[in-house]
């Protein structure tokens, strides 16, 4: 079996892109910064639009990112390739590689979901190179590993597609991670742990909430950071996900966005279930200031550091995780 998980691996390794994630490297000082962009419902020439477009430029410039994570609902009206364009062009012209996953918005317009993924896996400096993976549902779905100073993989960064709404008549609301999925993840995760005999931090991104976001806020002995200014909307049905990073034990932490004016981040089962902090404008409904989420890795650390950098450049929410234990 373990070796039936490692040919899966590389072969997936090979497919998915290696190469871009191979680009993916700590930074001499061990740091690995991320910016997380999500929610911005950008449309093509809409004046609102404009002040996405400039919240993302002044971030990216002051935090340098290594790594930018749009996490869905990116551009959601016509025109959809000239708002993919001027989307992705602020980091293409500053030459950061980035990771794409969809959110329920992005295709309800004039390009269906493979075809949005189609569009943005041959831009330049895309980590995403599979439009999809073989026997996974969803599109986008990958695995990215970050090398340390030794040229070895030291991280891993999950991109995964939440997909849109419920296609199970009985089922109302939003759709769930497939089966096919979940088994996707543990398998690469055995894999990851097989061949580096080391179970290396992960970070996995995606669009919509698990359904223990939920469970972690109301429960008040979970630790947390940041607000929570509307009821979280994920799926009715639970699919595993959450069970089986709980079970793998690589993922520190999940980025999601959605549930436009959440940015908290909470403990549960010591993983951090995170929103990001939403970038959009009056395009659609709003948190009092739009902005960025951004996350820095550790090389050779299980943690990370995290906070909300707003569009006024205020910074707010730092978080060190994991959080402190009581002695």
Request: with cysteine.
């Given at each position: 079996m373990q070796k039936q998980l490692i040919v899966q691996l590389f072969l997936m390794l090979f497919f998915i892109g290696s190469g871009e994630a191979q680009n993916l490297k700590f930074r001499k000082d061990g740091k690995f910064r991320i910016v997380q962009f999500t929610d911005l419902h950008y449309v093509a020439g809409a004046e609102p639009s404009k002040k996405s477009i400039s919240m993302m430029e002044a971030t990216l410039d002051e935090e340098k990112p290594d790594l930018v994570v749009f996490t869905g609902d990116v551009v959601v009206r016509e025109k959809n390739k000239r708002g993919w364009d001027e989307v992705l062009q602020v980091v293409i012209s500053r030459k950061i590689p980035y990771i794409v996953t969809l959110g329920n918005h992005d295709d309800e317009s004039e390009m269906k979901r493979d075809e949005i993924a189609a569009y943005v896996v041959g831009k330049p400096h895309c980590v995403n190179t599979r439009i999809q993976l073989p026997g996974v549902s969803g599109y986008l779905n990958g695995a990215f590993t970050v090398e340390g100073k030794d040229g070895k993989p030291a991280a891993i960064l999950y991109a995964m597609d939440s997909h849109a709404y419920s296609k199970n008549p009985k089922v109302k609301g939003y759709n769930w991670f497939a089966?096919?999925?979940?088994?996707?993840?543990?398998?690469?995760?055995?894999?990851?742990?097989?061949?580096?005999?080391?179970t290396l931090t992960a970070l996995a991104f995606f669009h919509i909430p698990l359904p223990e976001y939920k469970l972690a806020f109301d429960n008040i002995k979970n630790k947390r950071v940041g607000v929570r200014y509307e009821n979280e909307c994920p799926p009715d049905v639970n699919s595993g996900m959450f069970l089986a990073m709980l079970?793998?034990?690589?993922?520190?932490?999940?980025?999601?966005?959605?549930d436009h004016v959440n940015d908290y981040l909470v403990e549960y089962y010591d993983i951090a279930l995170a929103y990001?902090?939403?970038?959009?404008?009056?395009?659609?409904?709003?948190?009092?200031?739009n902005g960025a989420r951004i996350i820095e890795l550790t090389e050779g650390k299980r943690e990370f550091y995290t906070y909300i950098r707003e569009s006024d450049g205020q910074k707010i929410y730092h978080v060190n995780f994991p959080f402190p234990k009581k002695k």
């Open positions: 089966p096919d999925q979940v088994n996707w993840y543990r398998e690469m995760s055995a894999s990851f742990k097989e061949i580096y005999k080391d079970e793998a034990g690589d993922v520190l932490g999940t980025f999601v966005g959605h990001g902090c939403w970038s959009g404008s009056e395009n659609t409904y709003q948190r009092h200031k």
